[in-house]
């Protein structure tokens, strides 16, 4: 079966066949599953050791959607989408939580460090952006440069992020719903005994708002580029306020300890924190609907990132100076502190800046995963009805709406701490993997790059890989002991040093690139697993456990599909070469 036998699979209409989910030639039959499953450990080593070409990614995987996305935003449209994607819940509702649990006044060093490894990841993420201009984000990125293998656990672990964060933010957006209208933060939420304590608070609001942020996000991308823009106008304004009005109310005696748990409170807090920043990525995947990526892309993440971080910095300061960090309200932080500061009226305007600031989140979230899932469907490593692209509106209605349904069950059930703590392992992980892609994508080029100089690339990678782990597992391990670091890190510093020395770029960027490599992305794979291991031990039992459940899933399914679509592509390709070469025009790809 060809690519365009592939790509004729239409949306299901009134009914759907095995043919709309598995078209590929290893489920034609039970016996060419079965043939399938037993060529699994060839296959395998084949996706692992192929690395997609960036001119497939551009067009012939591109062209499994049969519709073009509309190329409609510029850089405006991009750094509001960064702005509205990143300021909801993070900032609203765990900042209470951290400061009070975790860091007190110091919550504003927590922010600081986070800030700066998000930086660092967009830096990352931008280079590939402009170079690699697809709706897939970091999963295209990590397909060019590690393969098909390292792709597909970034891609599931990017599914999970944006499934969880859309979840904890509507959950919070029922917490300052409910305080916007007189009520307790669980008010609105229904008690169900019978269930684990995590897991018994039930939220169909939630399931509401997910629902209609699904409409928007179908409808258009534009349209919902132009409700981001105007709502988050009024999110800055909403901010202004709060950081104005609650400095009129601050009593430096509340920053009275500073660091109540000390550095290491500051590091943990930083972890979850650093859910305040997830959302940028999302802003990669609309590089696809970009009319001018390699201006636009850059201009829009660094700019909104350096916003945000800003904003989250002077926003917990002011909670900070107008309440003690024990009395801090973890549900609504910053309405509560308006009341206890006398100023209960403010509070309705906080909840609303709140409410709008989750709305956007909410949407751009929907607007990006559904790019992510969209481009991972059309490698086939997951249904290729997914990859569908409506000709009507120019959105992946298929996508959008099975993400949303995911989103909203688990926004019904699960509680906020618990969601935030494993979507930051998830988030940490990505940016860590992207990191390291820029690291290889600058200096190993197949045909290029000499055997040599890849193996020293290699070492070099696993050593700063292997002392990052070194530090972030002594600072878990040891509350007060210093000698580790002098150890792991020079280790770190000396093997991006062998890099920066010993091993010649094999390509730079033809657009916009990342300054000082290999520094910015090594200091960024260090940070990111330095915060992870900050993370509890639960949460990485959960994020062990899906990422059991997606190797299963690989290896039963998304294996044989995707390496059937591969020798599908890799045919034609060929084909097209030995058309060229013979002097006539290439089939259309």
């Not at 395998?44 to 960036?54: A, G, K, P, Y």
């Not at 059930?413 to 993997?433: G, V």
Request: contains cysteine.
């Amino acid at each position: 079966m060809g690519t365009e036998g592939l790509r004729r699979r239409r949306g299901c209409g009134g009914s759907c066949t095995k043919n709309d989910f598995l078209p590929e030639e290893s489920f034609q039959s039970w016996t060419n599953y079965f043939n399938a499953l037993k060529e699994t450990p060839t296959r395998f080593i084949d996706r692992v050791t192929t690395r997609s070409l960036e001119q497939s990614e551009l067009h012939e995987v591109k062209a499994m959607s049969q519709h073009e996305m509309k190329k409609s935003l510029n850089w405006w449209d991009l750094m509001w989408f960064g702005i509205g994607a990143v300021i909801g819940a993070g900032i609203f509702v765990l900042t209470g939580q951290e400061a009070k649990e975790a860091a007190g006044p110091a919550v504003v060093l927590s922010y600081v460090v986070s800030g700066i490894s998000a930086m660092l990841s967009v830096f990352c993420y931008t280079e590939f952006a402009v170079e690699i201009p697809v709706a897939g984000g970091s999963f295209a990125y990590l397909r060019v440069e590690l393969g098909d293998f390292m792709a597909y656990i970034a891609a599931g672990n990017i599914l999970l992020e944006y499934v969880i964060g859309g979840a904890a933010v509507a959950r919070a957006w029922t917490s300052y719903f409910a305080t916007l209208c007189n009520h307790h933060p669980n008010d609105f939420r229904i008690h169900a005994h019978h269930l684990s304590a995590n897991y018994s608070h039930l939220d169909p609001i939630a399931v509401a708002v997910i629902a209609i942020i699904c409409i928007l996000a179908v409808l258009s991308t534009k349209g919902s580029s132009r409700f981001n823009y105007f709502a988050s106008i009024f999110h800055v304004l909403v901010i202004l306020f709060i950081i104005i009005a609650g400095l009129t109310k601050a009593d430096t005696k509340n920053y009275t300890p500073f660091t109540p748990f000390g550095a290491r409170g500051i590091f943990q807090a930083s972890a979850v924190l650093f859910f305040a920043y997830v959302g940028f990525d999302a802003v990669s995947t609309m590089a696809e609907e970009t009319k001018n990526p390699g201006r636009d892309i850059p201009i829009g993440l660094v700019g909104s990132m350096a916003i945000t971080t800003a904003a989250y910095c002077v926003m917990a300061i002011t909670l900070c100076l107008m309440q003690p960090y024990y009395a801090i309200n973890i549900d609504a932080p910053f309405s509560v502190a308006f009341s206890a500061v006398g100023m209960d009226w403010a509070k309705y305007i906080v909840a609303a800046g709140a409410l709008k600031g989750m709305t956007t989140v909410l949407l751009v979230g929907a607007v990006g995963q559904a790019r992510y899932l969209t481009h991972i469907a059309r490698t086939h490593m997951m249904p290729p009805w997914l990859a569908q692209v409506n000709d009507r509106t120019g959105t992946p209605v298929n996508a959008t709406v099975v993400m949303m349904v995911a989103t909203a069950v688990i926004a019904f059930f699960t509680d906020l701490p618990i969601l935030s703590n494993l979507l930051s392992i998830s988030t940490l992980f990505i940016f860590m993997m992207v990191a390291l892609a820029l690291l290889v994508r600058r200096h190993y080029a197949s045909g290029v790059t000499s055997d040599k100089d890849r193996n020293k690339l290699i070492s070099c990678i696993l050593v700063i890989l292997a002392s990052s782990i070194a530090t972030a597992t002594y600072w878990g391990l040891s509350e007060h002991g210093w000698i580790g670091y002098v150890i792991t890190v020079p280790i770190w510093f000396l093997a991006t040093l062998a890099i920066a020395v010993f091993v010649p770029k094999a390509r730079e960027p033809k657009v916009w690139g990342v300054p000082l490599v290999p520094w910015l992305p090594s200091a960024s794979i260090m940070i990111n697993i330095f915060l992870l291991g900050s993370i509890d031990k639960d949460s990485f039992i959960r994020f062990a456990a899906w990422t059991g459940l997606l190797l299963v899933y690989y290896f039963l399914l998304g294996l044989h599909a995707s390496y059937d679509t591969a020798k599908v592509m890799e045919k034609e390709r060929g084909a097209r070469l030995n058309k060229i070469e013979q002097g006539g025009a290439p089939p259309p790809a």
